[in-house]
């Protein structure tokens, strides 16, 4: 049996209601669930125990997104500590609380190696959105001028890349 048009579109129009009545509305998200990580900055922070989402339902996930953040993360903060950090072993990364927990590698041309721990604090993207802990294999921190100099490395990349976003 052949639809008619009408039928067709009356049809068509019911599903999409349908999937935009499974929208999230407003609800929230507990990351109490989380790994437990060495430090315990996922789970016993209680500024981002609960996070809410911005877009509402199916529909909104087709509108445009020029916002430089998810959550409580700026984007471009986010890809570049990544970026800057590949050569070091991803342990645990969550874009929702900004933590990314890597393990001991060593850098390109170096001979000690590190692990890191970023935390990026504020959507904006500023150094003061931005804390990152070097450690040596034997446990030790590294001076504050290496630390700052990675923070200063990830802040050049982070506008690298939101310059580069501009221009298209």
Avoid at 1 to 29: D, H, T
Avoid at 125 to 140: D, F, I, M
Wanted: one cysteine or more; a positive charge; hydrophobic letters at 40%.
């Amino acid at each position: 049996m052949k639809l008619q048009k009408p039928l067709k579109v009356a049809m068509f129009l019911a599903i999409g209601v349908g999937l935009a009545a499974c929208g999230n509305r407003g609800g929230s998200v507990s990351v109490a669930d989380a790994p437990p990580t060495d430090d315990g900055i996922i789970a016993n922070n209680p500024e981002t125990a609960a996070l809410s989402y911005e877009k509402s339902s199916i529909w909104d996930v087709f509108g445009p997104n020029k916002s430089e953040q998810t959550g409580n993360v700026n984007r471009y903060l986010w890809a570049a500590s990544l970026d800057v950090l590949n050569f070091l072993p991803l342990q645990s990364a969550d874009p929702f609380t900004g933590v990314i927990i890597t393990g001991y590698g060593t850098p390109p041309g170096g001979g000690r190696s590190y692990r890191a721990t970023v935390h990026i604090k504020d959507p904006a993207l500023e150094a003061r959105s931005l804390s990152v802990a070097l450690q040596t294999s034997g446990g030790r921190p590294v001076s504050a001028a290496t630390a700052r100099a990675v923070e200063d490395a990830i802040l050049s990349r982070a506008r690298q890349m939101r310059i580069a976003d501009d221009k298209l």
